[in-house]
């Protein structure tokens, strides 16, 4: 049986087909396969009990929205080849194959100042090797080296596929219906000017909505107060590992944990061997050592774990002005003095930092509408309500968190 007619049902789209031998051989690869075991919105699931889905789901999920675009562009006239087809469906596919446990916790905590991006590359290069050279195209098109611009911004840009997919898959995983965005209407707009990906001038209010539905998406879900504590919690929790492993601690964790704990792993570091132990690591190496570690002896070690476990978490405020330094500092005085610890120790548990939401980028890389006259404009410059103009504007809150006991 030709692996064209696979077809994989999805909860959202219905049946995804996978097109081809070689996409059909990437997702049965290990390196793919352990995506099954990394969950999309890293510790959300102790916000919405629904968002339990994983980076499996959304990589299958962007491919399907590739394909369509693909359909939709050359309905138009739009010239791509079926190697340029190939390509593209590979970029979405494997996007995402360098992210750690729990998504974006460990891009702090594990390695050093390496993002899952890079990770990525090397996941893309290393494949490549494996299946003769066969990615290559989709790689250059990935690292937007390719002469035809509008490829990449299928796969990276401020409306490429990548985001289609997780707002919507986002939202209906968590019930929550803002994010709920019209992706099939947004690919149906679609078209190519001056090699620059354009929308169509009548889909201006699908864009808007997804722009509303990025901004509402962040402030709800993504950086949910609850969630953003589990977060920082489990960012903390890993350097307190990592502390006491370098101290000579031997911690009950996996093989793969264990490595990246003892180790201290850089951009430069990050080679083929380093790769693999990577490719090991999925959110239940984390959880199982949660597991173990409640009963450890270090307080900060076992406090931090049976909190993440039991979803006992911090007293969280945000607001808009930055805290106090004496305000943070009291905390953690009273934080030495009730738990009988160091400052050092103390600051595991009370911390503050900021975050932003910026739903929209006038700066670069702009959604822009062509006009039935053909004139490409930015899509914040053409809508009516100044809404898109005012959604550019970066948005910061800051927070503190601090035991519940205090």
Aim: glycine letters at 4%; one cysteine or more.
């Amino acid at each position: 049986m030709s692996n064209n007619l696979k077809i994989v049902n999805d909860p959202i789209y219905g049946f995804i087909t996978i097109p081809s031998v070689l996409i059909f051989d990437l997702i049965e690869h290990p390196y793919f396969q352990r995506l099954r075991r990394i969950s999309q919105m890293g510790m959300s699931y102790l916000v919405y009990p629904g968002a339990h889905h994983t980076r499996f789901h959304h990589a299958l999920g962007a491919m399907f929205l590739m394909q369509k675009a693909v359909q939709v562009l050359r309905s138009k006239g739009v010239a791509i080849s079926d190697k340029e087809k190939e390509a593209l469906l590979v970029a979405i596919l494997l996007h995402d194959i360098g992210h750690g446990p729990f998504s974006h916790a460990m891009e702090h905590s594990i390695v050093e100042n390496i993002s899952h991006e890079e990770i990525s590359l090397l996941f893309m290069e290393e494949l490549n090797t494996i299946f003769n050279n066969s990615l290559t195209l989709a790689i250059t098109i990935f690292k937007n080296q390719y002469h035809r611009k509008f490829l990449h911004q299928l796969i990276s840009s401020q409306l490429d596929m990548d985001r289609l997919d997780y707002l919507r898959r986002d939202s209906f995983y968590t019930g929550v219906s803002e994010g709920s965005i019209n992706s099939e209407r947004l690919i149906a707009m679609l078209h190519v000017k001056e090699d620059r990906l354009v929308v169509e001038e009548k889909g201006i209010y699908s864009v808007e909505k997804f722009i509303i539905a990025r901004r509402l998406m962040y402030w709800q879900v993504y950086l949910h107060k609850t969630g953003l504590v589990a977060e920082q919690l489990l960012m903390r929790l890993l350097k307190r590992a990592k502390v006491l492993s370098h101290q000579g601690e031997t911690l009950e964790s996996s093989q793969a944990l264990s490595y990246f704990l003892k180790t201290v792993i850089t951009q430069e570091d990050f080679n083929t061997s380093v790769l693999e132990k990577f490719s090991k690591l999925d959110d239940y190496d984390i959880i199982g050592a949660m597991k173990s570690w409640q009963y450890h002896t270090d307080f900060v070690l076992k406090t931090l774990s049976s909190m993440l476990l039991n979803r006992d978490l911090l007293k969280i405020e945000i607001q808009h002005k930055e805290f106090p330094a004496h305000k943070i500092s009291d905390k953690k005085q009273q934080v030495m003095k009730k738990y009988n610890l160091t400052e050092d120790q103390a600051s595991y548990f009370v911390f503050s930092d900021s975050i932003s939401n910026q739903a929209y980028r006038m700066d670069k890389d702009t959604i822009n509408l062509v006009t039935k006259k053909g004139e490409v404009i930015d899509v914040a410059r053409a809508s009516d309500q100044l809404n898109i103009e005012a959604l550019s504007k970066k948005v910061t809150k800051h927070y503190l968190c601090y035991p519940k006991a205090l």
